[in-house]
């Protein structure tokens, strides 16, 4: 009989306090090192992380982290510098430029391509809001559902840029319509926020929207009296790449990812998850 079991034989309960201690250091135990997870995801060696952790730079769920700490991947959120890391392992990012006649739906009861299709089965990936068939260019395809709920956010959605060659005269489009598609113009679905938009070269005009509505820029050029022939996206948020060939695509790095991250991070949390 241990010097602790009480006569009778009955194993005694520890006390409350070791108790919660012991769950404390259970509950700890838990997870990975914070530094290895982020040497993992390329912040540099373990001990430059354990660096970057010591000089209060990474927080983990809104608290700076000490040394030591573990998380759990699935659950907690790390950012660097107030940037959140893609620490969850298995989640992938693509960048595509999407071809003309090619849809962005998973799957078509029509019948028709898919990007779905262009990129690896495994993971599953979904497309990052939309393009219409005949739009060609820049598209994002991810399985983080948090990173597309937030760049997709209605109404402070990030940047996207658009370049639409329109059908005009040989004087191109009238300083009149371009005011009207920077003010904002009144569609169907209520008025769109105001854009930037420019007129590079005689009937094409570069425009940059934040919402991501269906048709968007097709039906804002409409509305002005200039139907779009073609339209290309150049650029999401951070991110061009006028290297990509139409149907080929590739990784993000991880600082693309991060950069997109650092683009939604001003998006009130709040708003989203209500
Ligand atoms: N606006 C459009 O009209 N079409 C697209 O595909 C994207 C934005």
Redesign the pocket.
């Known amino acids: 009989m241990s010097r602790n079991t009480p006569p009778g034989g009955a194993v005694p309960e520890p006390p409350l306090w070791e108790t919660l201690i012991q769950n404390a250091k259970d509950a700890e135990a838990e997870g990975e090192r914070l530094q290895k997870v982020l040497a993992r995801v390329g912040f540099g060696s373990r001990r430059i992380c354990e660096d970057l952790i010591a000089d209060r730079r990474v927080t983990v769920n809104g608290e700076i982290a000490v040394l030591g700490r573990r998380v759990d991947v699935s659950r907690d959120e790390v950012c660097v510098d107030g940037h959140p890391v893609g620490v969850v392992p298995g989640l992938v990012y693509y960048l595509m430029n999407k071809p003309e006649g090619v849809v962005t739906t998973s799957a078509d009861t029509h019948g028709r391509p898919t990007v779905i299709e262009m990129v690896p089965e495994e993971p599953r990936v979904f497309s990052v809001g939309?393009?219409?068939i005949?739009?060609t260019g820049l598209l994002i395809l991810t399985n983080d559902g948090q990173l597309t709920q937030h760049l997709t956010h209605p109404s402070r959605g990030v940047e996207?840029e658009?370049i639409a060659e329109v059908e005009c005269g040989p004087r191109g489009v009238s300083n009149g319509a371009l005011r009207e598609l920077r003010e904002g113009v009144e569609l169907e679905d209520g008025w769109t926020a105001p854009a930037q938009v420019g007129q590079p070269e005689v009937g094409v005009l570069r425009i940059v929207?934040h919402e991501?509505?269906?048709?968007?820029?097709?039906?804002?050029c409409e509305a002005v009296g200039y139907p779009?022939i073609r339209?290309a996206?150049t650029r999401i948020g951070p991110l061009r790449d006028t290297r990509l060939a139409p149907g080929e695509w590739r990784e993000l790095t991880l600082d693309e990812v991060r950069a997109l991250s650092g683009a939604v991070e001003d998006i009130d949390m709040d708003t989203i998850e209500s």
Not at 212 to 220: E, H, L, Y
């Open positions: 939309r393009l219409d005949e739009t996207k658009y929207i991501g509505r269906n048709r968007q820029v097709r039906r804002m779009v339209l996206r």
